[in-house]
């Protein structure tokens, strides 16, 4: 790709238009709020909340977001008609930064049974309905809907007509996925070489995704000179969807000594985003989706594992960090070898003598005609039948407020059975259990980030807690899963204790044998 001009990909986020005007996937003005905070800390540039001529419930749910997000852009849609774009005027009074969507369709199918208008009558009314968006605000979109389906002399002719009328973005949108790479990066060139202005708007590409290449030809958009992308997250839209965020932006940042292009999203947060949105609109992604399900990050393969272990460049072109999972999953089962399965018992403290790994490795394949995958409860109870002891256990737990302050009192079995129980105070409650943890077991644990998210669905989502911290300068991650999420946490802090205490008790026993 040739050096970029400006080097900034804005990202367009329409999960709650054009993502939430898909089947199953519609939410309340309160859902959408929550959706657009998390958008904001996510880092898109604009936020479209909706179509306020379409509904009641789409302006309150744009008046509640404009009335809290402040810094993404925020755009509404609007057809070109003047009680459309008014109302549209009136549904942003209180953004911090407020944008105009103005769409008309320019495809001789759309212009011939849809719209029945000739090319003269969709270049007059794109020049009134942007001139009359552009009297109210300055930033101001237009949208060629099936644009990828237009003569191209005629939709460089649309471009220019929006452009000389005040548009400052122009969208050339390929609304029923038909496109392929190489067509839309020729139509992107095409435009912008040759409708006058073009220096003076942003192109934006707007992919759907019905033949499954909407990233692909979002991708090519921008080799053909688009620097805005539209998608939503997880791929949500109309029909088989929108451009997935997650994925170009990872495509971009990945594969970034081609493009040469960054966005600015905190790609740390693309995983907890991705999760919001499932549980608000009640639909999981699919646990082989690209950057945020569950498989996307997990090796099973016996070749695959032994390669990681090795390098994770073998079988890994990102961290699972740089998207917000805590770390990669290594999926033990029956074509896993045991290699997997030594590291994962050290990762999780077990250093085995080879007798006693061969052992382990036999019960654990023996596991493994029983059941699918082998987790780490799993290998911890082997182990645990094995030594008769794994740690400190939690037995019980009671947080309490102290006014602004939170107290936790916890009860915990040593690793040679006897009860233990300790208070501490702390900001919040898991502040306090996490120093009353720190109190029982003596182990002092720096905390670098806490995420919680649920897991499973309906009467069985369970919440799960992954921490990262350090110890001694060194860098651990912890989890824990439990129906309440303060218990998971404890037992999140409690996975990273004991680790440290066998990798204490090896090194000491190794100290021991060579001295
Ligand atoms: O797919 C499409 O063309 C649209 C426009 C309204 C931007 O969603
Ligand atoms: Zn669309």
């Given at each position: ?341 030594e590291?994962?018992l050290r990762a999780l403290g077990y250093w085995l003598e080879e007798e006693e790994l061969k052992l382990v ?19 911890q109870?082997?182990m645990q039948?094995a030594s008769g002891s794994d740690g ?22 040593d690793p040679e ?25 003596g182990v ?28 001694d ?24 204790a004991n680790r440290l205490l066998r990798q204490r008790d090896h090194h000491r026993k190794e100290a021991f044998a060579t001295a």
């Open positions: 790709m040739n050096t970029p001009i400006n080097p900034r990909i804005r990202i367009f986020d329409t999960t709650l238009r054009d993502g939430e005007q898909s089947p199953g996937c519609s939410m309340t003005p309160p859902q959408k709020l929550v959706m657009a905070r998390a958008l904001a800390e996510l880092g898109v540039d604009v936020i479209e909340t909706g179509f306020p001529a379409s509904s009641q419930s789409d302006r309150d749910a744009i008046a509640l977001i404009a009335a809290e997000v402040r810094a993404p852009t925020l755009a509404v849609l609007s057809r070109c008609l003047p009680g459309d774009i008014e109302t549209s005027v009136k549904s942003l009074e209180a953004a911090a930064k407020p944008r105009l969507h103005v769409f008309l369709s320019t495809s001789p199918l759309h212009r011939e049974h849809k719209l029945r208008m000739t090319k003269e009558q969709i270049l007059e009314s794109v020049h009134r309905h942007v001139s009359l968006a552009r009297s109210y605000i300055d930033d101001v979109e237009f949208s060629a809907e099936d644009a990828t389906r237009t003569e191209l002399d005629f939709l460089t002719e649309v471009t220019q007509v929006a452009i000389a009328a005040g548009a400052t973005t122009i969208n050339l949108p390929d609304t029923v996925g038909f496109t392929t790479p190489e067509e839309i990066r020729n139509m992107f060139a095409h435009v912008i070489a040759n409708a006058a202005g073009s220096d003076r708007a942003i192109f934006s590409a707007h992919c759907h995704n019905d033949l499954g290449l909407a990233v692909a030809n979002s991708l090519a958009a921008i080799e053909g000179g688009a620097r805005q992308v539209e998608g939503s997250i997880n791929g949500i839209g109309e029909r088989a969807g929108n451009c997935a965020i997650e994925e170009i932006v990872m495509a971009l940042k990945v594969r970034n000594a081609f493009y040469n292009l960054d966005t600015g999203i905190e790609t740390r947060r693309i995983v907890a985003t991705s999760q919001l949105l499932q549980r608000l609109v009640g639909m999981p992604v699919q646990r082989n989706k690209a950057i945020v399900g569950a498989n996307a990050f997990a090796h099973e393969s016996g070749i695959h594992q032994h390669g990681m272990l090795r390098n994770r460049n073998t079988y890994e072109i990102m961290r699972p960090q740089d998207v917000g999972w805590p770390d990669t999953q290594m999926v033990l089962g029956r074509h896993s070898g045991r290699a997997a399965v590291a994962r490795f036999e019960q654990f394949k023996a596991l493994c005609e029983q059941q699918r995958v082998v987790t780490d409860a799993d290998l109870s082997l039948d400190y256990r939690l037995a019980s737990m009671t947080i309490s407020d102290v006014g602004s302050r939170a107290n936790a009192l916890v009860e915990l079995s059975g006897h009860r233990i129980s300790e208070t501490a105070q702390g900001d919040g409650p898991v502040d306090a259990l996490f120093a009353a943890l720190a109190s029982a077991t002092q644990l720096v905390l670098d980030s806490y995420h919680v998210h649920s897991v499973g669905i309906g009467a069985d989502a369970r919440g799960e807690a992954n921490l990262s911290v350090r110890h300068g060194e860098a651990y991650e912890g989890t824990g899963t439990s129906r309440d999420i303060i218990e998971a946490s404890a037992l999140a802090w409690l996975d990273v």
